[in-house]
């Protein structure tokens, strides 16, 4: 697939109002706003092969993990499929990635669970919201807000979300019912039980997590085939490699199938999903207010206030997600992608998602890592997932009902476990070490809760880039005169930290030097730097030495009236 054209940016210079709105409704703004438009012209019949390939793929490896997922989130199994469709079809149209594919991620449904507890009402709610405050942000251009959660926070709250979702899952491998959903009670009451396991949901979980490590270990070790390679093996070689990627809808339905024939004989020994609604989802407006099952009712106003930080929390953290993982594949195979476009489709997947009863959905690494190895051709891959999440929905809910939560769990926790990436606390430590500080702030404080986890991060993360403004680096060197070199521009936090400077290494010293300020690389200066300048200024002429500002740079979009100018008045 060719990369994607680039929304056009504003020109330059005077134009009429005709010319600007004839920019407006050009046929390129119109690509820019729906890129379907730059790819689908040029589609070629050996595309549709691979896109149905790789949809097809991809939907057989949705299915499982959105049961899963749900469950993550607290919410019944159906809810898994019903948000995993919607971004197949928006995405197909206003996606910037051929590689991408919208749905239940873990992250997304344990934020989801920390938010909601469980009601599908305000699951499908927030999904309003959030999808409102994702496209508000793309219509807006305000995608630039997501450069200030830095990749530690980032990497923290990945690892604490990993260690949490796996450990959730414990539960149900053990087959423990009526266990708490904070981390550490969950914790404390799953080893606590330990003794009510049941022993079939133990060997049936653990076989699961088995077939798919070693399923998984097939796919990483098997060598592509070679030119020299029979047809026999090149078959096999495709049949391997298949098989191990729907391993998660293999091992799903080899369990329920097991399942199913215990149950049939009467010795039910296994704990299973159970009874699923039937059927699609009605299409219809998500609700703005809640009656609870003792007739009282919540106000929209009420649920957003319950709500709080989530509004925050869940839209930023869910197109942060997407977008590093379409950059991810963009620059893997070479083509560019357009961040606020990308938030656009998210934010509208997510409105979409919420008339048919959605929670929150993102992009997934696993399934878009599955969809670029299969060798799609465009975002039309994602029809395809669509379409088989919708059969499944029509025509299997009933087979679900035998679906053993064990293997769900295995699914989930093989998915997360990647996610633990322990190499990165060994780069922070060689790279620079201060890097760890945001990173375990998010990691410890996301397991008392999530939002406390990435609103502590950020807050340490602004604060340690708040002190590099306060504190430039200014490097002395003696040649007679002090010369003092700034790498960086000067602002109102750093007039207290260079007035101490100067002070301490020109104006204390005896006798007193003049010196030479090299400001190469200040590349602005507020006005109270100059104001503080100019005081220094006359506290050097006092002491009859001289304070010489070298290589100021002049703004040329205001050539009168600079602040600079008023240092020598």
């Known amino acids: 697939m060719e990369p994607l054209v680039d929304r056009p940016g504003p020109q330059i210079g005077r134009s009429s109002l005709g010319e600007r709105m004839a920019s407006c409704c050009s046929y390129r703004t119109l690509?820019?706003?729906?890129?379907?438009?730059?790819?689908?012209?040029?589609?070629?019949?050996?595309w549709l092969q691979m896109d149905l390939i790789a949809g097809l793929t991809v939907g057989l490896t949705t299915v499982p993990q959105a049961l899963a997922y749900a469950e993550v989130a607290g919410l019944p199994v159906q809810y898994g499929l019903y948000s995993a469709f919607m971004g197949g079809f928006i995405y197909t149209f206003l996606g910037t990635s051929k590689d991408v594919t919208l749905g239940p991620t873990a992250i997304m449904s344990l934020?989801?669970?920390?938010?909601?507890?469980?009601?599908?009402?305000?699951?499908?709610?927030?999904?309003?919201?959030?999808?409102?405050?994702?496209?508000?942000?793309?219509?807006?251009?305000?995608?630039?807000?997501l450069d200030f959660i830095s990749f530690p926070v980032i990497k923290g709250f990945t690892c604490a979300a990993a260690v949490t979702i796996g450990f959730g899952q414990v539960k149900n491998v053990l087959g423990l019912k009526d266990i708490p959903h904070e981390f550490f009670l969950q914790v404390y009451y799953t080893f606590y039980r330990i003794p009510e396991t049941r022993?079939?949901?133990?060997?049936?979980?653990?076989?699961?997590?088995?077939?798919?490590?070693?399923?998984?270990?097939?796919?990483?070790?098997?060598?592509?085939?070679?030119?020299?390679?029979?047809?026999l093996t090149r078959a096999a070689h495709s049949l391997v490699w298949g098989i191990a990627t729907v391993r998660n809808a293999l091992v799903v339905v080899a369990a329920s199938f097991v399942a199913?024939?215990?149950?049939?004989?009467?010795?039910?020994?296994?704990?299973?999903t159970g009874k699923t609604s039937q059927g699609l989802p009605p299409f219809r407006a998500p609700p703005l207010s809640e009656t609870t099952p003792n007739g009282t009712s919540i106000s929209f106003g009420?649920?957003?206030?319950?709500?709080?930080?989530?509004?925050?929390?869940?839209?930023?953290?869910?197109?942060?997600?997407?977008?590093?993982?379409?950059?991810?594949?963009?620059?893997?195979?070479?083509?560019?992608?357009?961040?606020?476009?990308?938030?656009?489709?998210i934010g509208l997947t997510n409105i979409m998602g919420s008339f048919v009863s959605a929670y929150p959905v993102t992009g997934s690494?696993?399934?878009?890592?599955?969809?670029?190895?299969?060798?799609?051709?465009t975002p039309a891959g994602g029809i395809v997932t669509g379409v088989v999440v919708l059969l499944s929905l029509a025509f299997l809910m009933p087979a679900f009902y035998y679906i053993p939560k064990a293997s769900?769990?295995?699914?989930?926790?093989?998915?997360?476990?990647?996610?633990?990436?322990?190499?990165?606390?060994?780069?922070?430590?060689?790279?620079?070490?201060?890097?760890?500080?945001?990173?375990?702030?998010?990691f410890l404080l996301s397991f008392w809760e999530v939002q406390y986890g990435i609103v502590g991060g950020v807050v340490v993360s602004g604060l340690m880039l708040?002190?590099?403004?306060?504190?430039?680096?200014?490097?002395?060197?003696?040649?007679?005169?002090?010369?003092?070199?700034?790498?960086?521009?000067?602002?109102?936090?750093?007039?207290?930290?260079?007035?101490?400077?100067?002070?301490?290494?020109?104006?204390?010293?005896?006798?007193?030097?003049?010196?030479?300020?090299?400001?190469?690389?200040?590349?602005t200066v507020d006005y109270t730097v100059v104001n503080e300048l100019r005081d220094l200024l006359r506290q050097f002429k006092l002491r009859g030495v001289g304070l010489i500002f070298s290589g100021l740079q002049v703004p040329t979009d205001r050539p009168t009236d600079r602040p600079t100018d008023r240092l020598t008045d």
């Open 365 to 377: 690494f696993g399934r878009t890592a599955v969809n670029s190895q299969t060798g799609v051709c």
């Open 302 to 345: 009420e649920i957003v206030e319950d709500f709080g930080g989530g509004l925050a929390v869940i839209p930023f953290m869910g197109v942060l997600e997407s977008i590093a993982i379409a950059k991810a594949f963009a620059s893997q195979n070479d083509y560019r992608i357009d961040a606020n476009q990308e938030l656009f489709a």
């Open 466 to 523: 708040l002190y590099n403004v306060a504190r430039p680096s200014i490097k002395v060197c003696d040649h007679g005169v002090l010369v003092m070199e700034l790498d960086s521009g000067l602002s109102f936090p750093s007039t207290e930290y260079l007035n101490t400077v100067l002070y301490t290494q020109a104006l204390q010293a005896s006798p007193p030097r003049s010196v030479v300020l090299d400001c190469h690389h200040v590349n």
């Open 111 to 145: 934020l989801c669970a920390s938010y909601v507890g469980g009601d599908p009402v305000r699951a499908v709610l927030l999904t309003l919201l959030c999808g409102t405050i994702q496209t508000a942000m793309a219509l807006l251009r305000l995608g630039f807000l």
């Open 199 to 231: 022993i079939g949901d133990v060997v049936l979980g653990l076989l699961c997590l088995y077939l798919l490590v070693m399923l998984q270990w097939m796919k990483s070790t098997l060598e592509p085939p070679s030119e020299q390679d029979t047809p």
């Open 408 to 442: 769900l769990a295995a699914v989930i926790i093989c998915a997360v476990v990647p996610m633990v990436d322990y190499r990165v606390v060994i780069q922070f430590w060689r790279i620079r070490k201060l890097d760890l500080v945001p990173f375990l702030t998010t």
């Open 260 to 272: 199913f024939s215990w149950n049939a004989f009467g010795s039910p020994v296994f704990t299973i």
């Open 31 to 46: 690509q820019a706003w729906l890129p379907i438009l730059t790819w689908l012209p040029k589609y070629r019949l050996s």
